[in-house]
């Protein structure tokens, strides 16, 4: 007597080879859902090396190629006469003070100071913003206690809040450590929520019926699959620390790049004022970069995958 749980199969017809053993292995990966083995079969066919050389070389070059252009137009520009020479100086005489700011150690005075304040206020932020995020998605009560609050302060633009912050807490580091608090807390805030909210419900559905709890369910589940769109919310935070940092210096600080810039300005320093938007440019690039690193580092899962 066949089994019942035996699929049902035409005796006039020869069976046919389906990979069932894959999807019924890689099931127990709640993240994958069975799309490992799949995806992993595509990437045993890795092209030779030359060739992905070639294809790395073609894509720098293309992702190079319009920065390039923008240098040479500011070399090339002020001292052809397109641009006074006086109020957009050539790259090289920028980064002749650049260099000048380096050797001296004032860069690093002032960068030690900017960075100090943007990671205090990053950190506090982000570590506040996630377990929050997670508890407004994941639990309707605490939205609906959250949200209508939320709402009122979310579409509140932290420079506005400036005066407010130097009249509660002076002009000192607190209130400089609070705005960028205040800055970094929406974008982790908004997307933790949006990411929690937005986990594929044949995941939960898959966890749940596996018998897991709710924490392990959103420590398997909920977190890892929500990792991307979390780091998408970092990675912006990152960058409001320090452009809201900057212009928090610029109105009272006695160090900082964005008191480097000012006080550069003020004193028709002209090379020296590029030279700090060039610092604060390449502090973003760099922070951006960590935040990539660490983004890729909590999402192995997906990259190992893709």
Known sequence: MPSTLSPRTDPGTAPLAVP?????????????????????????????LSRRV???????????????????????????GLVDAVFLPP?????GAFGTLVSSGELALHLGASLSRAGTGFAIAVLA?????????????VSDVLNPFLELFRNT?????????????????????????YACTFPVLLTTISAVRSVDPLLVKSARSLGLSSLRLLQKVVLPAAVPTVFTGVRMAGASSILV??????????????YLITYAQFNFQIEKMYAGIIAIALVGVSVNGVLLTLERHFSRWRTASS
């Open 20 to 48: 069932v053993a894959e999807d019924t292995v890689a099931f127990a990966d709640p993240p994958t859902l069975g799309r490992r083995p799949a995806l992993a079969a595509d990437r045993d066919a890795t092209p030779p």
């Open 91 to 95: 790259l090289s005489r920028v980064l």
């Open 54 to 80: 070639r294809a790395h070389a073609a894509r720098a070059l293309r992702a190079s190629i319009v920065l390039v252009l923008f240098l040479a137009l500011w070399e090339v520009a002020p001292r052809v």
């Open 129 to 141: 913003a996630i377990p929050l995020g997670v508890a407004i998605g994941w639990y309707g009560r």
């Open 157 to 181: 633009a932290a420079l506005a809040l400036l005066p407010v912050f130097i009249l509660i807490l002076g002009i000192g580091e607190t209130s400089k450590i609070a705005l960028v608090v």
């Open 245 to 258: 940092l900057i212009a928090a210096e610029m109105v009272g600080a006695k160090a900082g790049l964005g």
